[in-house]
């Protein structure tokens, strides 16, 4: 089996892709933490759930654009080949 350089680079690629999609696991984790730590306070403190509500969504979208990196990245990996002439 002859491999060539331009497979290797396609294959590191695919590779990647697939580990850099993997980085969405800890923001699903940490967005579900937070909705559920979210969702007791309100149980604690119903007149508190605007202020809860909106901390939550703001920490959620932090949180978000670490899977979204991954997703860019991934995508830049399968579809943008800048090492292949």
Do not use: H
Request: aromatic fraction near 4%.
């Amino acid at each position: 089996m002859n491999i060539s350089g331009q497979d290797l680079i396609l294959a590191c690629s695919a590779i990647g892709a697939g580990l850099a999609v993997i980085a969405g696991i800890g923001p699903g984790i940490g967005q579900g933490i937070a909705a559920g730590y979210a969702a007791n306070a309100v149980g604690r403190n119903p007149g508190a759930k605007s202020d809860i509500t909106s901390t939550m969504l703001l920490g959620q979208a932090v949180a978000e654009t670490t899977g979204l990196y991954g997703l860019l990245v991934a995508i830049l990996l399968l579809f943008v080949k800048p090492l292949l002439w």
